[in-house]
C-alpha cells in the first residue's frame, strides 16, 4: 500500500491515465441504449457477435517445444504465451470458457478452448497486464499455480494474486517504466497504457499497463488493453524499437473509445513504437463490445497496408518464429462467417 500511496500515478484515492479518458465507458448512455447493448452482451447473434461456426485453430505441443525454439504463440483474446532464449513467459492467461464474473456472459467461440493449465510447461514468468476478467482469470492462474516461477504485474495487482495462495516473495509488482531484471537473459518493463481497472464496481484501486520484454538479441512488445495517446512515443524515446509487438486491436466502439483501439489507432501506435512485426491480439476468442466478431481483423488489415511494418496473423496456437524475417499467415477469419 506503501507503494501505491507513493505512486506519482496515484491521485484523489485511485490511479490516473497520463491523458484522461473523461465519459470514454458509455455512461451518458440513455436507458433504452444501455439495456440494448446489455442484451447483445447476454444473447449474442450468431455469425455476428460471435461465429457461427468453430474458429480454424493449431494446438501446439508446448511441453514437446525444444527450449531452443524461439517463439510467440497466441492462444486467443490477449492470452500469449512466449518461449524465447529457453525462458518460458505466459501473458494474461485466459483459460476459462467464458471472461465476465458470471459463465453464461462472454462465452468463448466455438472451436477456441485449446489450453487447459495441463497443457503448459514449468512458466518461468507470468505476466498480468491488469485485474479485468478477461485478463486476469481466477481459475487458470490458480491451476498454473505450482507450475509458476515468477511473477511481474503492475502496483496493486499482486494484492488479488498474494490473496487467492500466491507466495508474496514470488510476486513483484510494477509502476510505469520500472523494470525487472529476471536474469541475464531478461529484462521486463511496465509501459503506461491508457486504460482502468477494477473487477466490480470500485475502478483503479490497482494500476494496469503492457510490457517491454528486453532480451539480449530480440525486443518484444505487449500492449496490454488501452486507447490511443501519447505514451506510444514516449514507450520508444526510452526504450527504442521492437522487434515485435503484440497490438491491442478489438473491443472497441465509439462508446468505448480512448481505452481501446480502433485498428487504425493500433496500426499508428504499431509505427511509433517501431515495431519491426505486428501480432494483433485482443480478439478471436471473446467478444465484449457490440460488433462483429471479425471486424477487428478486417480492420487492421486494411489499416496495415503500406506500413512500416509487417502484420502476422496466426491462428490460435500456430507458432510464430522469432528468428525468422519472413512470414506468411492466411487471413484466417474470413474462412468462417
Not at 452482451?41 to 480454424?56: E, Q, R, S
Not at 513467459?89 to 466455438?110: E, Q, W
Not at 486504460?195 to 505487449?222: C, D, E, I, P, V
Request: glycine share 8%.
Amino acid at each position: 500500500m506503501e507503494r501505491v500511496l507513493s505512486s506519482p500515478n496515484w491521485d484523489g484515492g485511485k490511479f490516473e491515465n497520463y491523458e484522461p479518458f473523461g465519459k470514454a465507458l458509455g455512461l451518458d448512455r440513455s436507458l433504452g441504449s444501455k439495456l440494448k447493448a446489455m442484451s447483445e452482451f447476454i444473447f449474442p447473434t450468431k455469425g455476428v457477435l460471435i461465429p457461427d461456426k468453430a474458429i480454424p485453430t493449431v494446438k501446439t505441443d508446448l511441453k514437446k517445444l525444444s527450449p531452443q525454439e524461439n517463439v510467440v504463440i497466441w492462444l486467443g483474446h490477449s492470452s500469449i504465451y512466449i518461449q524465447q532464449d529457453g525462458l518460458r513467459i505466459l501473458i494474461d492467461p485466459v483459460l476459462s470458457g467464458y471472461a465476465s464474473p458470471l459463465p453464461f456472459i462472454v462465452r468463448a467461440f466455438p472451436g477456441t478452448m485449446l489450453y487447459t493449465a495441463d497443457d503448459f510447461p514449468d512458466i518461468d514468468l507470468l505476466v498480468i497486464s491488469h485485474d479485468h476478467w478477461d485478463h486476469l482469470d481466477y481459475s487458470a492462474v490458480m491451476g498454473l499455480l505450482p507450475k509458476v516461477k515468477q511473477v511481474v504485474c503492475p502496483l496493486g495487482v499482486d494484492g488479488h494474486l498474494v490473496g487467492w495462495g500466491f507466495p508474496d516473495e514470488i510476486v513483484q509488482e510494477l509502476d510505469w517504466f520500472e523494470e525487472y531484471r529476471l536474469d541475464d537473459r531478461l529484462t521486463v518493463c511496465l509501459t503506461p497504457s491508457r486504460h482502468f481497472s477494477g473487477r466490480l464496481f470500485k475502478r483503479n484501486q490497482t494500476l494496469w499497463g503492457g510490457f517491454a520484454f528486453m532480451f539480449k538479441g530480440r525486443k518484444l512488445f505487449y500492449s496490454g488493453d488501452g486507447g490511443y495517446g501519447k505514451h506510444f512515443k514516449m514507450i520508444r524515446e526510452r526504450l527504442g524499437a521492437f522487434d515485435f509487438a503484440l497490438m491491442e486491436n478489438g473491443q472497441y466502439n465509439e462508446a468505448w473509445h480512448n481505452v481501446h483501439m480502433f485498428p487504425e489507432e493500433t496500426a499508428a501506435a504499431a509505427e511509433e513504437i517501431g515495431a519491426a512485426c505486428v501480432i494483433p491480439v485482443h480478439a478471436g476468442k471473446f467478444n465484449i463490445c457490440p460488433s462483429a466478431w471479425y471486424v477487428p481483423y478486417n480492420g487492421i488489415a486494411e489499416a496495415s497496408a503500406g506500413r512500416k511494418y509487417s502484420l502476422l496473423t496466426p491462428r490460435i496456437g500456430e507458432p510464430v518464429a522469432t528468428d525468422k524475417k519472413d512470414h506468411h499467415y492466411n487471413q484466417w477469419w474470413r474462412e468462417v462467417k
